[in-house]
């Protein structure tokens, strides 16, 4: 590590500790959703679309967002992100990249922003890369997301595509 790193740290520390406050801000949000009911978790999404459709940003509704997923994620999957995941969350809804290792939980961050950037309206897309894992993905984090109110679609090889586009609106 050069002199310039040691003193003034490297590109990634100094973004993650940008992002360190709205990380505790998700955190802090952890009692008031675990205390809802899932009819008012369930309310969530609504309400946030409503405060898009105001005006406000994804990244002012994205602290509410974020805690929303993670206590749906906990009631439906019995899983809640750790710390580190909800910083992954945030990064890859920035357009970064986070890197993680096998086991780290990479699908369970990806729901984060997708849930966020899916409150918009405009659609998201989460590649994989095969069919089996996204087969697997969306049905798994799809219990999530249906928590929430969104739908999901998958698209494998072999789909057959007049099925594909009598089921989904373009």
């Known amino acids: 590590m050069g002199l310039f790193t040691s003193l003034f ?3 990634s520390s100094k973004q993650i500790k940008k992002m360190n406050p709205i990380k505790d801000k998700v955190i802090a949000l952890e009692e008031k959703f675990r205390a809802m009911s899932d009819e008012e978790l369930k309310a969530v999404t609504p309400a946030l679309k409503a405060r898009l459709e105001n005006g406000e940003t994804l990244d002012d509704i994205l602290p509410e967002a974020f805690a929303a997923c ?4 906990d009631r439906v999957l019995g899983m809640r992100h750790y710390p580190v995941q909800i910083l992954g969350g945030i990064i890859l809804h920035n357009g970064g990249i986070s890197e993680m290792k096998t086991g780290e939980g990479k699908t369970l961050v990806a729901t984060l922003p997708a849930y966020l950037n899916a409150l918009a309206g405009k659609g998201v897309h989460i590649v994989t890369v095969n069919d089996y894992l996204a087969r697997r993905d969306s ?6 997301y249906r928590f929430l109110g969104l739908e999901v679609g998958l698209i494998v090889n072999g789909l057959d595509t007049d099925l594909f586009l009598t089921n989904y609106k373009m």
């Open 9 to 11: 740290g490297d590109y």
């Open 70 to 73: 993670r206590e749906a994620s």
């Open 139 to 144: 049905e798994w984090m799809g219990k999530v």
